[in-house]
């Protein structure tokens, strides 16, 4: 490859860019955004062997309670199954090859919508009318084929690869920093999907760093914070984080005061953690909510969006009032996060744009950017 053809290649530009120390950074080049064939290498190359969550286990309470995704091209559901575990498998029918399951809800059976075969909740298929004459057929050998899930402190983990170890030894470092949290037992509330006109890394930096905070927050959360109040150390391997210290303003953002396990400023620290590739959790002592992100090309990204409380919150007398004010928070939060991403994206499409040096506090996009690098 000569120079010429390396000043046109997203993945050597990337490479080139992360190959200087961090305090001389400049933001990702525009081809990682905008390049359909980078959009395509990220899909198969990261987000067919990495870890995806599909949101919170709690929010599938019941056997029979599903969610679908589409994971790098393939359609998938996870299930709760009839012996409670959570279960993930092809959402395609062994016969024409229709999607069978859409969105999210409860089933007793899986039944496909185009000829009616019917699979009970652990892919094994149970009924398909008018067969009996096709010597090939047996039901008993059928099955959708199963993907690999884990509950991951509370959140529904998949994957394609067979081989990435468990979430539990890859994010081990995650749990030895939140443990006094108890976010396992943090209950989802509200779970959402929603498609906006960016790249889905543009969504991700924005998540990893708390410097736009006072201007693109102004109206909501923007007071809530100071910029010398926020801590970026270097990423790890499978993830950054950040942590941001919360005046008292925004009560449910601290300890609730039956809460013994957090002391000192960790009863008003907000952890910002991302889970590469694009789990994107905001934790605080008293909710959290989350994105999880899925590119759809270069200019769109699919996001499941959610959040709750913490257990002691949750069993507080006003938890509804609690709820009603975190939900109408975090949805005027979304607002501006939209404007502010879909504004980016448009700017990057820019044939003058240039992308510029990296404060301190964008520690954990020189990281994210780094690890994209490594993955190609």
């Not at 012996?83 to 062994?94: F, K």
């Not at 009863?267 to 994107?280: G, K």
Request: net charge negative; aromatic share 10%.
């Amino acid at each position: 490859m000569n120079a010429h053809d390396r000043k046109f290649d997203p993945v050597a530009e990337l490479k080139a860019n992360v190959a200087v120390p961090f305090n001389r950074a400049k933001a990702m080049p525009k081809s990682v955004y905008t390049s359909e064939e980078f959009a395509a290498r990220e899909v198969s190359e990261i987000f067919a062997r990495q870890w995806f969550s599909l949101g919170r286990a709690s929010t599938l309470a019941r056997p029979g309670d599903y969610v679908t995704a589409e994971l790098a091209g393939q359609p998938i559901m996870v299930i709760r199954d009839r012996d409670g575990t959570l279960r993930a498998q092809s959402n395609v029918c062994l016969h024409r090859m229709s999607v069978l399951l859409e969105g999210s809800g409860h089933v007793n059976a899986i039944v496909c919508p185009y000829h009616g075969w019917t699979y009970a909740l652990d892919g094994s298929l149970r009924a398909a009318a008018a067969m009996k004459q096709n010597e090939t057929f047996d039901h008993h050998a059928l099955c959708l084929p199963q993907v690999r899930c884990v509950d991951w402190l509370g959140w529904i983990m998949v994957t394609l690869n067979p081989d990435i170890p468990e979430p539990a030894r890859q994010l081990a470092e995650v749990e030895g920093h939140i443990a006094d949290f108890d976010m396992a037992n943090y209950t989802e509330a509200f779970r959402e999907e929603h498609v906006w006109d960016t790249n889905w890394k543009v969504l991700a930096e924005n998540f990893m760093e708390s410097y736009h905070l006072p201007v693109c927050h102004a109206g909501t959360i923007g007071g809530l914070s100071k910029l010398d109040e926020m801590v970026c150390p270097p990423g790890l391997a499978t993830f950054n984080y950040h942590t941001i210290l919360k005046d008292d303003r925004l009560k449910i953002a601290l300890a609730h005061p039956t809460n013994t396990r957090l002391v000192g400023d960790r009863r008003r620290m907000t952890y910002l953690l991302a889970i590469y590739p694009s789990l994107l959790i905001t934790l605080t002592p008293g909710y959290f909510w989350y994105l999880s992100l899925h590119p759809k090309g270069p200019g769109q990204v699919k996001i499941i969006f959610g959040g709750g409380m913490s257990k002691d919150f949750m069993q507080d007398a006003d938890v509804d009032q609690h709820f009603r004010n975190l939900k109408t928070l975090l949805d005027e939060v979304n607002i501006e996060d939209r404007g502010c991403t879909e504004r980016v994206y448009r700017g990057v499409l820019s044939s003058l744009a240039e992308p510029g040096p990296l404060s301190h506090l964008e520690r954990p996009n020189f990281d994210f950017a780094t690890w994209i690098a490594a993955q190609l």
